[in-house]
DNA sequence: TCTTGAAGCTATAGTCGCTAGAGAGATTAT
DNA sequence: ATAATCTCTCTAGCGACTATAGCTTCAAGA
């Protein structure tokens, strides 16, 4: 049995964001000591660590909550889960490349030398889309 | 002189967010017809670039404050702007890293061809931290 | 000139995923 | 017993928008 605390230590989910979490009912309010404490089981760390990892690779809270739903039958095809990974998967491609594009136009920016803003090229290439190397 | 809406398309910046903006103080108020409705000049548009590509290169809302501040004092030394396009250079090149490990992960969890979700990667590895390649 | 439909106005509330604070009560260690 | 630390609920705030309701104004065609 953890205090919220304890739980909060071991899975790294702050405090509030537990709150949080019962409340949208993504985890199950928990038994209370007779001073109306949160005391978890193992069951309740195993399901919070899940909605952290999950969270860490950016699924949303509704989507967590579905895959939470697909975990409650295992019997079922997992055809809906991989979808999921799949869409997270193409989705986090598309954020690397957009902000690889942004390096290349922030490392431009940065590798300017001049020593005012008048002829600096931060403001000037913020200012002038068209300067862009990539649309964006 | 433009609409709001005219400006929004030629900015791609949405009519809500405008008037966003302007309540942030981002952007001035433009002057207004007899009507009370707004009218935009060249200036108010090449601003909202400014701001529009500004967000899109990942500044928040103060630090295009900021850049818009020096902008106006363009006797000064550009330091500022350039130690701010650094910064975001690095946070840039961070969250790229991050997204690359979230990449190779949700490509092994995608990569099984089991068929029900009892003895699926998707959860089983969700559920289950210490499985994971890299830490996060 | 009149009419109609699109566009614009303000003000308020909602979104997501937390995070912070106040003020009270519970638990734990000494 | 007491002090220090935790935990409780409730409310409000964050950033950067987005949506809605109910109204007014504008521009183009008949």
Do not use: W
Not at 109 to 124: K, N, P, R, Y
């Amino acid at each position: 049995m953890f205090s919220i605390g304890e739980l909060s230590r071991r899975t790294g989910v702050k405090i509030p964001t537990i709150r949080y979490y019962e409340q949208m009912g993504l985890i199950a309010a928990p038994d209370r000591t007779e001073g109306n404490q949160r005391r978890y089981s193992k069951d309740g760390l195993k399901r919070l660590s899940f909605i952290r990892h999950s969270r860490e690779l950016g699924f949303s809270i509704d989507e967590i909550r579905e895959l939470l739903d697909l975990s409650a039958h295992p019997e079922q095809p997992c055809n809906d889960a991989h979808q999921m990974a799949a869409r997270r998967l193409a989705d986090v491609q598309r954020r690397i490349s957009r902000l690889q594009r942004l390096e290349r136009e922030l490392e431009r920016i940065s590798a300017c030398d001049a020593h005012t803003i008048a002829d600096c090229a931060v403001i000037e290439t913020l200012a002038d889309h068209s300067l862009c190397e990539t649309e964006h």
